[in-house]
């Protein structure tokens, strides 16, 4: 009967670690597939350590064990693994209420329930501490993590972003199965504390339920090794090999177990994404994720960073493809497939509808891009572009392909849009005009004009930009006059239009039949829809050079000199070559004049974007203007 008893008491404390795998699993499995075999065994050496170790230091190896067999790393093993012991805090301080209301040895009970009862007070406080000065504790981690190196930085810091996920994605798994486990959990350990104390006091041995719990669960249980000094009496040193032997059995069986093939083969790290676990953290690239970390704990836009999880948990990010627009632009993978993500937020987010509006109504009209998803709400919108392994940038391919293939695929682009979007044209509506003329070039005009960052160079009659001289702004402002641009642009057609027909915004697909090609990222908000603002963005790219001035990070500015690495290419210069030809031989000399001063809006309509995102580089672009806007005189004005 006695050794039914304590067998019974260790198979009831099995039951209850076993449901303990189960729960913390259930934290786990948020994120990927829990390796079982690995989390036994480390629960089993871990119990075993905090036998001997104090301070529950078992349960950091713990951590680390299983951390090392999970996809995700210690950091959201540790987390879980805290996560745990706050619950398990807070389930011991209500078992200690549950005794004093009782009543059953008060005077016992009372120091060890005082303890458990600050400790869940101060669990809640911190949590709700936590909550109310995120900003202020982001700052501070972001402080102490900065201390380290990038490689130390990015453990520390995703190590707490997986300890506010792991609480903040208990939403994501069945709270009522949690709670449900938790009490069969604790069910089974007072059912086996019971059975101990029974054994005990058949041994003659004076152990009640609540002895066992405050052995186990007093204060001083947390601060010293479960394993008291041998004593010369008999009956003390038997009872602690039965602690002992009670301790040390439940572990070493689910060691054993572990050794089973059906818990190998579950032991393994499983690195396969899938769409049914969240992402820790969507990028893929280290870089990328301690960016993005930095960001959020430098409590940098908050509720972008929290809508940006919200919409990419369910996949992987590879590569960040974002260009010079509001919206942003990733390749990613989920399960299935690698796909172009493209999202915004807020008003961007506005805007980005009405581009996915634009490619909608286009299908069929020119080579666009595949959507094959979308999203859009009040928040935010994104869409997903279907990815194609042979297709590259035409920036990309006129840099690495025949100039007679690049000739090629400029000239089938000015067809498919002459012949699939400017097939209706009507005049221009005179106050469309002057709205146009009104929003993209004065208010752009007066915000370069007070610019802080060009008030210097703005002083200046003639600007050295690498060494050659030009006219500066104040020189070329009858250029902008309102009724000069009027008389230019009078004669414009309005029709469909892509509106951002940028380089970058063309890209080739070579199948082996020659080369093909698709559009992406249309611009529906020019206010003035004509064709010649799809020449003129082709005319920044190959007349402005607007793609090397991206790939250009530094510039020098000394008084009115402005010098930068301009790596423009003569392939840009034959392409257009190309490109004027074509207008030339389409278009008369007024039609192609307002194409040139379509260009001149479009870098007004650059330079305060540039201005507000990236100032340092902001007089490069003005550079950049500056020599188009000379071009433009010394073309169509010069007498």
């Not at 911190?126 to 982001?138: C, D, E, H, M, Q």
């Amino acid at each position: 009967m006695r050794a039914l008893l304590f067998f019974f008491s260790i198979l009831m404390l099995l039951l209850g670690h076993a449901v303990r795998i189960k729960r913390w699993s259930r934290f786990i499995g948020i994120y990927e597939n829990p390796p079982t075999g690995a989390l036994l065994r480390a629960m089993s050496l871990g119990y075993a350590l905090n036998f001997i170790l104090p301070f529950k230091l078992g349960d950091l190896f713990r951590a680390w064990y299983s951390g090392h067999r999970m996809k995700n790393g210690v950091g959201l093993s540790l987390a879980t693994v805290i996560l745990d012991r706050f619950l398990d805090v807070l389930a011991v301080s209500l078992l200690f209420a549950a005794l004093l209301l009782a009543g059953v040895q008060r005077a016992l009970v009372l120091d060890s329930a005082k303890f458990y009862f600050i400790a869940a007070v101060v669990i809640l406080l911190g949590l709700a501490f936590v909550r109310s000065f995120s900003t202020a504790i982001k700052r501070f981690t972001m402080a102490i993590c900065s201390i380290f190196n990038d490689h130390i930085r990015l453990r520390c810091e995703r190590f707490f972003w997986s300890l506010i996920n792991t609480f903040r994605d208990l939403k994501h798994i069945r709270l009522g199965l949690v709670l449900m486990e938790t009490c069969l959990m604790w069910l089974c350990y007072i059912a086996s504390y019971t059975l101990l104390g029974l054994f005990l006091t058949s041994l003659g041995s004076d152990y009640s339920l609540v002895e066992i719990v405050i052995l186990l669960f007093s204060r001083a249980s947390l601060d010293l090794s479960a394993l008291r000094s041998t004593s010369q009496n008999a009956a003390i040193l038997r009872d602690q090999l039965v602690l002992a032997a009670y301790m040390l059995l439940p572990p070493l069986v689910f060691f054993i177990a572990t050794v089973f093939p059906s818990l190998r083969s579950r032991d393994a790290v499983d690195r396969t994404d899938s769409g049914q676990y969240l992402k820790i953290l969507p990028q893929i690239e280290e870089k990328d994720q301690l960016s993005f970390l930095d960001d959020y704990f430098s409590a940098r836009q908050p509720e972008t960073l929290k809508k940006f999880i919200a919409l990419n948990r369910d996949i992987s990010i590879i590569a960040d493809c974002s260009s010079g627009s509001n919206a942003s632009t990733i390749l990613c993978m989920d399960k299935q497939t690698v796909f172009y993500r493209k999202y915004a937020f807020g008003r961007d987010g506005e805007k980005l509808a009405e581009q996915l509006q634009w490619l909608r109504l286009h299908e069929g009209c020119v080579p666009i891009c595949e959507i094959i998803g979308s999203e859009t709400n009040a928040e935010y919108c994104s869409y997903d572009m279907r990815y194609h392994s042979e297709a590259v940038g035409l920036f990309q391919f006129v840099h690495s392909h025949p100039l007679a293939a690049a000739q090629q695929v400029l000239l089938c682009v000015l067809d498919a849009v002459e012949s699939g979007l400017y097939r209706d044209c009507t005049p221009v509506d005179s106050a469309v005009l002057d709205r146009y003329i009104a929003v993209k070039a004065e208010e752009n005009l007066e915000i370069l004009l007070a610019s802080r960052e060009l008030h210097e160079l703005l002083r200046y009659d003639t600007l050295v930009i690498n060494h050659r001289e030009y006219r500066n702004l104040s020189q070329l402002l009858p250029m902008f006059a309102a009724e000069h641009l009027r008389q230019i642009f009078r004669d414009d057609k309005i029709s469909d239009i892509h509106g951002d027909l940028t380089i970058e915004n063309i890209i080739c697909v070579d199948r082996g039949e020659g080369p093909g090609f698709y559009l992406i990222d249309p611009n529906p908000g020019n206010i003035l829809d004509s064709k010649f603002l799809d020449y003129a963005k082709l005319l920044q790219s190959l007349h402005g050079g607007y793609e090397f001035m991206m790939k250009t990070s530094a510039v020098s500015v000394v008084k009115n000199r402005i010098d930068f690495i301009y790596t423009r290419s003569t392939t840009y210069d034959e392409l257009l070559s190309v490109l004027r030809a074509h207008m030339d031989a389409h278009f008369s000399h007024d039609e192609v004049r307002s194409i040139f001063y379509h260009e001149l809006v479009h870098w007004l309509r650059l330079l305060p974007y540039k201005l507000r995102k990236d100032s340092k580089l902001a007089p490069m672009f003005y550079a950049g203007f500056i020599m188009v806007a000379n071009d433009v005189y010394d073309w169509f004005e010069k007498a």
